[in-house]
């Protein structure tokens, strides 16, 4: 008997503070504070971060005398529209860039369409896919250190630019570039002429060149201060961003409009090449048209199963009694809105990603089930709490 | 829908897969020797490579990986096979989509065939995934296993998979839903694509059984 307590060492348990916990054992840490009927980051299961939003201010314009906004002469290439978004502790800086790239693929539904803008009224509603566009975005997580695009920014471009697309928020026709013609009246004078009147529209249509180009969009998206998944962000930002733009407008000098000219390659074949030179107006630009029942915003909600045996109260309760832990101790699962920390990133396997409009309908729902099982209430739960987040971020929107 | 176990020689598992035009040959090796970047110290590493039917892989392969990673992780008994590696390579053949516009039904024919070829491997599985592809038209019918043209005239594009555990589908592994739609048209899709998904389990597990009994 003696020999046995000589033996006996005493074991004391081993504590960490919480902030060491979190980082050895990061499923342990969360399941310990949902627990307690809170996140790591000390917010309810269902509350999402706040979120600040501006848009506009990285965009190089200049203010006039006349109080009028205006691009500055040397834009072209400049942003054309931004959004500084902060949730949480992230940022998310979204610029907005264009070029002109000529229309080479017309297809039969623009030559259709040509004259005859009442027809696409009545057909804006049609689904067909091949009548939209969408921005090509670039995603940049700052983490401090160069080197290859990494596979997440990688699946974020491109989801951003699928969800863009088939969200049908912007059609082919409202990047469609409309030149003006620049004219030297008899004065000597220079004049630029915009199709907006009819008067107008006569004049550009008796000098339109054959060609036709549309803007092409880029959006450069950049995160800084990551702590958890970025795509609902980057959403919500390019959907600001792209509320701002301001499109330059574009002429041509009735000279160059109709100009041909003979090039020669090494010397066997004469090919008649037209050129045209097309400008961008410094003073004039014109707002995107989005369509406006398309606009939608983006939520992320996680859902885990709450662990009975890292229940702070059943441990104190059962301090030293060697109960079966299972018994009576029902799993529970519960929604998380807004995943953020690296606790809730690791430990979350379940999630749900929804892009809602204000009224209610969806253009992107995405649900990955790897974890907890998604029931019928949780996707209900989720989907009620999009709608909501989505007209409270299209009020931050409308407000800037 | 079409499906050959078995096709390449070289490899553990392989499968060749085909559903009205789209084609892909998935391909299985493992569990190997990882490269040490890739090993973990507890459970089974994945790798997933899609090799588009045209062209270099691009950030839209990526896109497809990330999903088919996500749908096929939690199907494997990962913690068998501590410090391994399981290699998926998928070639596709045959897109039989618009690849501008669509990667639906890409994905489903690479999570389907995955599911075959780890089958052929036999590395040890939890359950399997099997998936499909839903649209739903301007007139609000739902189109299982759509063409190209469903594709592009549709309001909204679904792909769907289950996870199948005792040959019933027990979980969702993965909605993918773009275009324009309701709460109710999300449980519709789902409704449907279970029925769907069984009736697929169920020629999975013919053709198991009649390549099992040919053996």
Known sequence: MTDVEESTVEVHPVSFPPEILARISPDLSLQRHLSLGFRPSSRGFEEFRDITINTGDVTRRIQSDDNSVKIPPNNGKQGLGSCVLKQGDVFVITQITGGIIEDITLSKNDMELEDDTELLEITKEHSDITKYSSVYPVVEINRGRMGACTDEEMTISQRLYDSLLHSHILTQDVLRVEPGVRITNEDGSVSIIYPDTKENKEITNALKPKKKWSYVLYAKIEVFGRTGPVYDMCWNSLIAALQSVKLPRTFIDERATDLKMTVRARGRNAVVMETYNLLCDPNESTNLQLRENSISYASTYGIIDLDPEADITNLENNDDVDEPMDEGLETKTVLLADIDGEAEETSIKSTISITACPNGRFKQFSVVGGGAKITKELLMRSITLSKQRSRDITLKVQTV | ?215
């Open chain 2, 1 to 215: 829908m079409n499906t050959r176990t078995g096709y390449l020689e070289n490899v553990d598992g392989s499968c060749l897969y085909s559903l009205n035009s789209t084609k892909v040959i998935a391909a299985v090796t493992g569990p190997v020797e990882p490269k040490a970047r890739q090993e973990l110290p507890t459970q089974l590493a994945l790798e997933i490579n899609i090799r588009p039917a045209c062209g270099v892989p691009t950030t839209r392969e990526v896109n497809i990986q990330d999903k088919v990673r996500a749908v096929i992780t939690p199907t494997l008994a990962l913690y068998k096979y501590p410090r391994q590696l399981c290699q998926i390579t998928l070639q596709l053949l045959q897109a039989g989509e618009t690849e501008s516009y669509f990667h639906e039904l890409e994905l489903v024919a690479c999570v389907n065939s995955t599911t075959y070829a780890l089958v052929d491997s036999g590395i040890a599985l939890k359950g399997i995934a099997l998936g499909t592809t839903i649209v739903i038209t301007e007139g609000n019918k739902l189109i299982t296993e759509p063409t190209d043209e469903n594709l592009k005239n549709a309001k909204s594009t679904h792909v769907v998979v289950y996870m199948i555990e005792n040959s019933k589908p027990t979980n969702l592994l993965l909605m993918d839903s773009y275009g324009d739609f309701d709460q109710n048209d999300v449980f519709k899709v789902l409704e449907q694509s279970e029925i769907k998904i069984n009736e697929l389990n169920k020629n999975f597990r013919e053709y198991m059984k009649t390549k099992l009994n040919n053996l």
